[in-house]
């Protein structure tokens, strides 16, 4: 076994896959971002396990694996609770968390959000594809030989990039709650338009719950149906994470990370950047509200949490010296 | 130009040319996408053309949208369908019927013509690539001939293999990857479109390209496909239009 060898699969839980921040650059290729569905989780757990924030972690979906530790590292646990325990016994999330050689991680039943991210101090190391580690389920691409864990795989970590000297903890105002009311804030169109003055009311005012059918490319709500102009037939476009498409039956459709590049139905809204984490942690049943704000709004907003990050890394260089 | 920007989130601009499928807005898109990749605009992150559309991605922390909309409608694209002094166009092998084209018989079948005629018919063009979408390096090819439109297949394929040549409905395309699928499959090519490790090209077909199918025989077919299996040249040549 490989010095770098980092967790043994013993089960790999219902969709554990690796994930960093996305493949940047391909999409008039065809090939979508794929990444984190909640960079805000995985930024932070990287900054924790002492990384740079987009280094690649393990994406966990609703039901947790269960990992052999290989080598003696520091782990962060961010986003979804699955009440995560090292050898039976709890440990925080948001937190830096050494652990050892022949240590089980575990996880219990989920408590609050979807996805929980796992990051490990050095990153999950696999080979770059187009610049990312992250895995493209549908083009079987990137991660873990493009696929989700399985019982056996072996993953490895890279370098690590600065030991870290103190455990680390993030301020519980920057720890998100997870509910199963979610508001989201979108920014109209770009084919708003073409849905008649009634759809547009039922889209802001509705609720629609997450069905089952949501997965890391789309979350597929039922609620209000949404009826588009009549005679209006959509000219298949590139589409944004986030967009809102509303095809024949009514039901509003967000594209998330595996999306396809381009879509086939008119788009009423588009989620901003910062809230996208909350759509990846609605579960089936959640339910959803939509705020319409403006652009200017949106980017107010991205620039706090980017200047929340920047701060962030400040201090904790601060730590690590 | 003629086009409008419209906001789509809060990191892209949909740049929206008459709304149709022709040559003429297909190549304005082309042009725009060409000068944006000449210009190297700050904050500008990538771009993906459509068939009437453009999407600008940017980073708003170092632009912003206003400011984006100007530069992008002082740009000087030409409204007349101006020829490009070169146009790519990508001669496809295919090995049509068979094992790897199980609905060519069905195709023909269906619009009463013989599977020879079906071959002349689609091979018999060159098509334009409008964009590519939907998946990894998949073209979405304009003008099939109505002779030979067919309804896909009422269930699905589990798993149509990738380079399979397919008809649905008025559209022709590839399957650039191994996928479920219900396209009437009438041919197969051993060329890869999608090459994952190509980091500068993944996909062999972009859009504003051209593509002509050329029936091969089964040895043409074999000994292509032992050749890209080796890495070497592939049959294909661009010539100009």
């Not at chain 1, 932070?44 to 393990?58: I, Q, V």
């Not at chain 1, 999950?124 to 594809?129: A, K, Q, Y």
Request: some cysteine; overall charge positive.
């Amino acid at each position: 076994m490989k010095d770098s060898a980092v967790f043994k699969v013993i089960k790999p839980g219902l969709l554990t896959t690796v994930q960093d921040l996305g493949r940047r650059g391909y999409e008039r290729f065809g090939i979508g971002a794929a990444g984190a569905m909640d960079p805000y989780a995985l930024r932070m757990a990287n900054l924790l396990a002492g990384n740079e924030e987009n280094l690649a972690g393990l994406e966990i979906t609703l039901q947790g694996p269960v990992l052999e530790v290989l080598s003696d590292c520091v782990i962060a646990v961010t986003g979804a609770n699955l009440q995560p325990r090292v050898n039976g016994k709890d440990i925080p999330m948001w937190a830096s968390v050494p652990v050892k050689k022949g240590e089980i991680i575990e996880f219990g039943p989920l408590k609050s959000g979807c996805r929980t991210y796992l990051a490990v101090n050095g990153g999950i190391d696999v080979p770059l594809v187009m610049g990312s580690r992250s895995t493209y389920l549908r083009g079987n691409i990137g991660g873990y030989n493009g696929r989700a864990l399985k019982k056996g795989d072996v993953l490895e970590k890279g370098e690590e990039f600065l030991p870290l000297k103190r455990k680390r903890r993030l301020a519980p105002e920057l720890i998100p709650t997870y509910s199963g009311q979610i508001s989201v804030r979108v920014i109209e169109g770009p084919q708003a338009n073409m849905f008649p003055e009634k759809s547009r009311e039922k889209f802001y005012t509705g609720i629609f719950s997450i069905t089952p059918q949501s997965d890391r490319m789309g979350c597929r709500l039922q609620g209000p149906s949404l009826e588009i102009e009549e005679g209006y037939e959509h000219i298949t476009d590139p589409v944004p994470p986030g967009s809102i498409q509303v095809p024949p039956d009514g039901n509003p459709i967000i594209l998330l990370a595996d999306r396809q590049t381009t879509g086939g139905y008119a788009k009423i809204a588009t989620v901003i950047s910062v809230d996208l984490p909350k759509i990846a942690q609605g579960k089936p049943g959640d339910q959803i509200q939509f705020i319409k704000v403006d652009l200017q709004e949106s980017h107010k907003l991205l620039k706090e949490k980017e200047k929340l990050f920047r701060l962030l890394k400040l201090q904790l260089r601060g730590v690590m010296s | 130009m003629d086009f409008i920007c419209l906001p789509a989130g809060d990191r892209g601009i949909l740049v929206q040319f008459k709304n149709e499928i022709s040559e003429q807005v297909n190549e304005q898109i082309i042009a725009l996408s060409s000068l944006l990749k000449e210009k190297q605009i700050p904050g500008v992150e990538e771009w993906v053309p459509g068939y009437c559309s453009l999407m600008v991605y940017y980073d708003p922390l170092k632009t912003d949208y206003k400011k984006l909309v100007n530069i992008l409608s002082s740009l000087q694209v030409s409204n007349t369908c101006e020829m490009r002094k070169e146009k790519r166009i990508h001669n496809i092998p295919v090995l049509y019927g068979g094992e790897t084209g199980k609905d060519l018989s069905d195709v023909a079948k269906i619009n009463r013509l013989t599977e020879k005629e079906v071959i002349e018919i689609h091979s018999g063009k060159i098509y334009r690539v409008y964009m590519i979408g939907f998946a990894p390096g998949f073209p979405y090819l304009g003008g099939l001939d109505p002779r030979i439109h067919t309804p896909r297949l009422k269930s699905p394929r589990v798993k149509v293999e990738a380079g399979s040549v397919g008809i649905a409905g008025k559209q022709t395309g590839i399957y650039p990857l191994s996928t479920p699928g219900g396209w009437r499959i009438i041919g197969h090519t051993p060329l890869p479109l999608f090459q994952p490790d190509k980091e500068d090209s993944p996909s062999l077909i972009q859009a504003g390209d051209y593509i002509r199918f050329v029936p091969v025989t089964e040895e043409e077919y074999d000994s292509i496909k032992r050749s890209v299996e080796k890495g070497g040249s592939i049959f294909e040549g661009f010539s100009r239009v």
